[in-house]
């Protein structure tokens, strides 16, 4: 046992712990703190401590204000900061690309936002997804609508607080000199975001896989699934959806600016496929995921991107 991890991870518990007592007694930025300020101090005991250390860290501060405070409804929502903090900081040590981390930190963010409310309806008798259909059910639209209105509004939630937790993780491990190796390449291109955007993408076995599943799940919406799980998948699907059309959109976009040079005809072709997104979504989204996976596989372009990406950090 490392005696200084476990007196930091200790410190580091009782800090978070006094933090949460006092969002707690004021009231004041409790939802920013549990939704967004525990994950990025979850993420920094994770860079100085380790996983095990960190763990034990985030069971302490949950089971002090459970059974110190008797605030259950708090201690849920702190093992959701916790969980997020968690995949958050483990896929900043991995080295995979950015935009890798932040796809499967969103997506582990959806289930566990899921489950926590699952965990939540049978113990406090309170329900996000539940509340979210109850709000769209009266409006005369297709069910088909509520359901993505209902998995749009849900992705939101995990995505926005895995990106913050991610990125703040990076800038304040950077401010307390917690960065090495793959997480201080990883700070260098979140610092200089506009000069690196045109190479961030997907890696190739990342988007193959998801490209499967949005395949897949099409077949798994003709079963009689709980509304759970329709959910769920649903919200996987649309963030996964996102992603792959991003770095299609990016990859075309990048293919016809070669082969043209003209700007003007890239920005208007980019502009007509947002268009044909509003109107016929299905249809453009497989057309133009089809074509920037036979650029990537012609051109090889998702490789070279990573690889200058890599070369110009490290």
Known sequence: MNTQKLTYAGMLSALIVAMTVMVMMTGFGYTLFVDLG???????????????????????????????????????????GILIGLICSVALSKGVTLMDDLLWCSVGGAFIVVFIDVYCESILGMSLIKEMWQMVEPFPVPEVVKEV??????????????????????LMGHKLHLLSGTTKEKYKVIKNLREYMGYLCCSRSTTYRWILYLVAIQGLKLLDLPLYIQTVLGTVQWIALYFMLRDAHSLVSQYIYTKTKSTGLTKGIGLGIFFLLLGRFKLTTIV???????VDLVYQVRDRKIQALRQQVG
Request: charged content about 5%; some cysteine.
């Open 38 to 80: 525990l994950p990025i101090m979850i993420g920094l005991v994770y860079l100085k401590c380790g996983l095990k250390y960190t763990s034990l860290c985030g069971a302490i501060s949950v089971l002090m204000v459970f059974f110190g405070m008797g605030n259950l409804p708090t201690a849920i929502w702190m093992i959701q």
């Open 149 to 170: 209105a209902v998995s749009i509004s849900l992705a939101s939630l995990p995505v926005g607080t895995s990106i913050v937790a991610y990125m703040g993780t990076l």
């Open 288 to 294: 133009l995921t089809t074509a920037g996976c036979a």
